[in-house]
C-alpha cells in the first residue's frame, strides 16, 4: 500500500461523513499527483481494515470517484487512478490544441504521422469546394496532453492556397499560426459536427486503448476571411479523457 495513505485520519469527532473524508483525502492526492495516473489502489477490504471503517463507506467514496473521473474501475484487475476529463472547449471556440491544453495545465505535444500532397475525392471536394483538378495536402498527427495519447487527426487543406506547407516544420509550429503568418490565412468561422463511434484497430493502437472503445469523432470546416473553406479535419478524441464543454445561453427573443 502507498505510504501516502498513512497522512488519512478518520476523524470521528465532526459532522462529516467518513466517506466524504476518505474522498476529499483522495481527490487532494491525485490533484497533487502523490497518487499518480494508473496507479492501482489498495482493496476496499484492506482499506477498511487500515482505516476500521465498513465496507460500504469505503465503497460510496470509490464510487463518486468514478463517476467524477477520478478513479477507473476494470473487472478482474481492480480500481485505478485516473485523471478526470479534459473539459475542452473546442467545440465553442476558436483556438488552436495548444493552446486549449495549456490552459488546462497540460504539456500539448504533436507527432506528425504523414504529410503528402494527393488528389482530391469527393468527400474533401464537397467540404472545401474544390474540382476534380485541385490536389490537396493530407497531414495525419498525433496528439499529445502530458506525454498521452489524446486524440488522432487527419487533416486535408488545398495545395492552391498555401503551396509550400508541405515542407513547414508541423510538430513544433501550429498549423493555424503557419497558415496565418506565412499565408495570411486568418480563421474566420468554423462548422463542426460530433458524432460517437469507436476505435478500429489502427485507432486503438496509435491512442493506447482498445478495440472498440468510445470515440468522440469530429468533423471540422474551417473557413477564412474571405469565407472560402481552407481546411477540411476529421478528429477522434479519446471519449475517456476528453469531453465537450458547452455554454448555453436563453436567446433575447425567445420567450
Not at 83 to 95: E, L, N, T, V
Not at 220 to 245: C, G, H, W
Amino acid at each position: 500500500m502507498n505510504s501516502i495513505y498513512e497522512q488519512l485520519k478518520i476523524d470521528r469527532t465532526v459532522p462529516i461523513p467518513l466517506y466524504y473524508q476518505i474522498k476529499t483525502f483522495m481527490i487532494k492526492h491525485i490533484e497533487d499527483n502523490s497518487l499518480k495516473d494508473g496507479e492501482l489502489l489498495p482493496p476496499e477490504e484492506e482499506l477498511c481494515a487500515y482505516l476500521n471503517v465498513s465496507r460500504p463507506t469505503v465503497r460510496q467514496a470509490f464510487l463518486e470517484l468514478v463517476h467524477e473521473g477520478y478513479l477507473n474501475r476494470i473487472k478482474s484487475k481492480g480500481t485505478f487512478v485516473t485523471r478526470p476529463k479534459i473539459a475542452g472547449d473546442f467545440i465553442q471556440k476558436i483556438q488552436t490544441y495548444n493552446q486549449e491544453m495549456q490552459y488546462y495545465g497540460l504539456k500539448p505535444k504533436t507527432k506528425l504521422l504523414s504529410i503528402s500532397e494527393i488528389d482530391v475525392f469527393a468527400e474533401v471536394m464537397e467540404k472545401l469546394k474544390l474540382t476534380e483538378k485541385d490536389k490537396v495536402i493530407c497531414l495525419e498527427r498525433l496528439r499529445y496532453a502530458d506525454d498521452k495519447p489524446i486524440v488522432y487527426v487527419k487533416t486535408f487543406i488545398p495545395v492552391k492556397l498555401c503551396k509550400g506547407l508541405i515542407d513547414e516544420d508541423l510538430e513544433q509550429n501550429s498549423l493555424y499560426d503557419t497558415l496565418k503568418t506565412k499565408y495570411n490565412i486568418e480563421i474566420a468561422h468554423i462548422n463542426r459536427q460530433i458524432h460517437a463511434t469507436v476505435a478500429d484497430p489502427y485507432l486503438s493502437d496509435l491512442l493506447g486503448i482498445m478495440e472498440n472503445a468510445p470515440l468522440l469523432y469530429i468533423t471540422t470546416v474551417a473557413y477564412n476571411q474571405n469565407d472560402i473553406p481552407f481546411e477540411y479535419s476529421l478528429a477522434s478524441y479519446r471519449a475517456d479523457m476528453y469531453k465537450m464543454n458547452v455554454d448555453l445561453y436563453k436567446d433575447k427573443y425567445y420567450k
